[in-house]
């Protein structure tokens, strides 16, 4: 799956994913009150106005993107109604040929992220017939749990020929609370048990994302694809550009999605060093930024009746950006 | 919450949860049968099967327990039909006056972990109504991202009279590949800067679970209740009861989900130092070992027609379990 969203990158000439994380906040008014007056001002409402409010965005995007990020949460919110309105979105987005990566930050113990896995990437049997739940391309896989967490996801990423991006340094202010911890030098208990068999590795004292790092890299070499990148990636935040510099260098056939452009104050500059001399190795996600332009001052001009437009502009400036912070330093 | 969850426990006598998990293998012939003449072989024909499944066992056990925790993977791998069931699954044990724990484990950034907190714990706005998505009573939360990703579904639990229990050490075999890390004494980086904004604690080299379990300690301290226990809880694995017993002593007022006894390995003697002195500060859940015991040797001659039954029987057995190694120990 990663050569899949390789490809689209380079066609689009556009490393970036737009977040569809809609809260009613984001929506106009007039799609809204579309959406109520068909179904009143329910679940069921909140649902359609989102999935209405989607599918402008994707019509107006979609030629221009490779990829989106559907942020599972702001569906679940609105209940059973807000999740028929996720599936809807992944499987329209799918038919304009769009990549989708379900923001779903899964991890459990080993059965239950099986079940997970199935859920989003994979099939259930069901008597004799097997079904696809939610059908991501990618999913994004929290690591606390350790390899057996993770390892499920892998597995149906071989058998489905899809992907993930598990959590290494987020980009929230509080991520260095664990995240940026230092680990003890030469640090063995119950290490890379899960991993490799063997127990014990030593190493000098280092923050435990580049322990998480470096496991993914190893758990990558299950998944690699023809362009030298592992269809099992890194989610690494805009908003730390040094850790991501180093990350990049740790992780080399780690592909990378980078969260955190714009709204969250990542900037294309702070990009560059996430990249490959090739412009390649990382995908970078704005959310707000994109879907609720309409409401920046920049693009006010657009007024909310044409907020999908003010999306597409804001999408070519953020390819701008990027293209220009890739120049500026000769990539 | 949590005074609730203890009352229950106190007027049951069993610090017991029941892990509504069903899978197709643990539900019987004759109600997949009967679902599936009824919805086909279909997502919809096995979340009936898996409802039907959990309502018999609900009805079988619920005067003898205090709460039930329905793990939402294994409903979410059927797709919307699945969560569907997993609904029904919520209101049916809240009826019959069950404490309901989601062990759902989401945690994200700060806004996102607010739409989770909606989802699970508490209400979203639409227009001018307010609606809950699923309306548990607690929620498993998982800590990677920090205090940013825990403290929105701690407001929720504020507001409404609710809680969750934060992942600290888990109870399958590779937990430790992160969270036995020893952390390196002294380590100030980003340290509790969402938490208290001081940045600067010292200690000495210690696992993460520790680290994280203060951290939990500290956060319930916004959510204590009148029993001397917070409605923050923690979860820590029955198969690390040596942990459990540290992480007893060092979160005093932290409730204890104690997943992993029966079916993963954990013993009713492994569990007496999760507990304190009168009994209470944790709660033991059984999933496997209990919704499919008609499958085990033991219980075998209950029969597929009678599951329910051998679920009773299996609640009652774990019960004693319990109270024979409380008396072991003199608790």
């Not at 997970?116 to 097997?130: D, M, R, W």
């Not at 694809?225 to 780690?254: D, F, I, N």
């Not at 920046?296 to 999306?311: R, T």
């Amino acid at each position: 799956m990663i050569d899949y969203l390789i490809e689209k990158i380079k066609k689009t000439g556009a490393p970036i994913v737009v977040g569809l994380d809609p809260t009613m906040k984001f929506v106009p008014e007039h799609i809204k009150k579309a959406a109520f007056a068909e179904k009143g001002e329910t679940l069921e409402g909140a649902a359609e106005a989102i999935w209405l409010f989607n599918k402008e965005i994707i019509d107006k995007t979609y030629d221009l993107i490779p990829a989106v990020k559907p942020q599972i949460a702001m569906y679940e919110q609105f209940g059973i109604a807000g999740l028929i309105a996720f599936k809807k979105t992944i499987d329209y987005c799918k038919e304009k040929g769009l990549v989708v990566i379900g923001d779903i930050k899964r991890g459990d113990i080993g059965s239950t992220s099986e079940a997970y896995a199935a859920a989003h990437l994979g099939k259930v049997q069901i008597g004799n017939n097997y079904y696809a739940g939610f059908d991501e391309d990618f999913a994004t896989v929290n690591p606390y749990l350790g390899s057996d967490g993770v390892q499920p996801f892998i597995n149906v990423c071989k058998a489905e020929k899809k992907g993930i991006f598990v959590l290494v340094k987020t980009s929230n202010p509080s991520s260095g609370e664990l995240q940026d911890r230092l680990m003890k030098s030469g640090t063995t208990a119950g290490a890379e048990q899960g991993n490799n068999g063997t127990g014990n590795i030593s190493f000098a004292d280092r923050p435990l994302y580049e322990i998480v790092g470096e496991q993914v890299a190893a758990w990558g070499e299950q998944l690699m694809g023809k362009y030298g990148y592992s269809s099992v990636g890194a989610v690494v935040g805009a908003t730390y550009p040094e850790q991501g510099a180093v990350l990049r260098k740790l992780m080399p056939k780690t592909f990378i999605l980078v969260p955190g452009y714009g709204a969250q104050g990542g900037t294309g500059k702070d990009l560059v060093y996430f990249f490959d001399d090739n412009r390649l190795g990382a995908i970078v996600n704005s959310s707000r930024g994109i879907i609720a332009a309409y409401q920046n001052e920049k693009y006010k001009k657009f007024g909310a009746d044409n907020f999908a437009d003010a999306s597409r502009q804001a999408v070519i400036d953020m390819i701008t950006d990027i293209d220009q912070a890739f120049i500026s330093v000769g990539k």
